[in-house]
């Protein structure tokens, strides 16, 4: 069955520090994955995604994910994190394609992320 | 930028009441979805919707749940008779070709569901 976990629920670093965030996942075939953030009151924002190609994926504001296969995992970082990245993150795979020709997503349950100053 | 917007941010209803939450996906978008997250637990799948129907449900959609998009730019979710576990946050989200990575979903803020 296809499945996404997040090891951490809660991560605290100190602004200006480097970031990890652990994704794994259970998944037949060469998954779609996503990482998305979820700032307080806001919806859910696409950081970044891999389907196939390189396995180092480039997102928005500042954050990276390597997807390796050996390892069923996708995990999120970031050199130097800055307070505005406070916020949930979630790590989600992409399922087959279904009878109307598009995907579910399937969620890990998320981290959150706190940052001190 | 376009987004997807999600009216009211938050309903409270009583246990049995109908509920309609709705949603305006981005507007050349084909493909609507709806998600859930009952506090502390995991984004869930309910219903994937496209060409006027629903391509993919959920064993959570059941019978009390149904989706519509009644014109060219809203697409609701009614809730018949909700329950105190229906008390969630409910995401709309549309993309604009439902297989291909470069059309990933867009989400809304959500509605937060309390039902009482």
């Known amino acids: 069955a296809q499945s996404v976990t997040q090891p951490d629920i809660h991560i605290t670093v100190s602004e200006g520090a480097s970031l990890e965030l652990r994704c794994n996942y259970s998944y037949g075939a060469t998954p779609y994955l996503f990482w998305y953030v979820q700032s307080p009151g806001q919806g859910l924002q696409l950081l970044l995604k891999?389907?196939?190609?390189d396995t180092l994926v480039q997102g928005i504001k500042g954050f990276e994910a390597e997807f390796k296969r050996s390892q069923s995992s996708f995990n999120l970082r970031k050199p130097s994190v800055h307070w505005s990245d406070a916020a949930e993150y979630f790590c989600?795979?992409?399922?087959?394609?279904?009878?109307?020709?598009?995907?579910?997503?399937?969620w890990g349950l998320g981290t959150s992320l706190a940052v001190n100053p | 930028e376009p987004e997807v917007t999600q009216t009211p941010s938050h309903q409270v209803t009583q246990m049995g009441q109908e509920v309609i939450l709705r949603c305006v996906p981005i507007?050349?978008?084909?493909?609507f979805y709806w998600y859930r997250q009952i506090l502390g637990q995991k984004v869930e799948f309910l219903v994937s919707?496209?060409?006027?129907?629903?391509?993919?449900k959920s064993e959570i959609f059941d019978d009390q749940f149904s989706v519509e998009r009644p014109d060219g730019s809203n697409f609701t979710l009614k809730i018949r008779s909700t329950k105190l576990e229906d008390s969630a946050m409910y995401f709309c989200?549309?993309?604009?070709?439902?297989?291909?990575?470069?059309?990933?979903?867009?989400f809304g803020n959500g509605t937060r569901l309390t039902v009482t």
């Open positions: 989600a795979v992409g399922g087959p394609l279904n009878a109307g020709n598009n995907r579910k997503l399937i």
């Open positions: 891999y389907f196939s190609g």
């Open positions: 989200a549309s993309s604009a070709s439902g297989g291909a990575a470069n059309s990933p979903l867009h």
């Open positions: 919707f496209y060409n006027n129907e629903i391509s993919e």
């Open positions: 507007s050349n978008h084909l493909y």
